[in-house]
């Protein structure tokens, strides 16, 4: 399975981005997915999970209510829709898959990851 995350860029704060997560492969209706982002000087935080059949979801506390993680499985992507972003948003974000959910949730031990999107939330 290959990740290919897009949609990152500048925004200013109150502004909105969709990030989408193109996979390969045939499996990916079977797979949980996530969204993980990383800024500088901190650790990969999870932001939102998905079970592969969109049953479960799962937000940090931090975005709660602002972002919405979406999945469609017969375009074999996952979308992370980000609204009323926040300086404190800006990071590298990735996307992530996984056949189990748990795993997704702990965010170690995950089998495959995108390459990493840029978002720059200016004040």
């Known amino acids: 399975v290959q990740l290919q995350a897009s949609g990152g860029g500048l925004v200013q704060a109150g502004g909105s981005l969709t990030l989408s997560c193109a996979t390969s492969?045939?499996?990916?209706?079977?797979?949980?997915m996530g969204w993980f982002r990383q800024a500088p000087g901190k650790e990969r935080e999870l932001v939102a999970a998905?079970?592969?059949?969109?049953?479960?979801?799962s937000y940090a506390n931090s975005v709660k209510g602002r972002f919405t993680v979406s999945r469609d499985n017969a375009k074999n992507t996952v979308y992370l829709q980000m609204n009323s972003l926040k300086p404190e948003d800006t990071a590298v974000y990735y996307c992530?898959?996984?056949?189990?959910?748990?795993?997704?949730?702990?965010?170690?031990?995950?089998?495959?990851w995108g390459q990493g999107t840029q978002v720059t939330v200016s004040s």
């Open positions: 998905m079970s592969w059949n969109g049953g479960r979801t």
């Open positions: 992530a898959a996984d056949p189990s959910y748990p795993v997704v949730l702990r965010g170690t031990g995950v089998h495959y």
């Open positions: 492969g045939r499996t990916f209706s079977s797979y949980a």
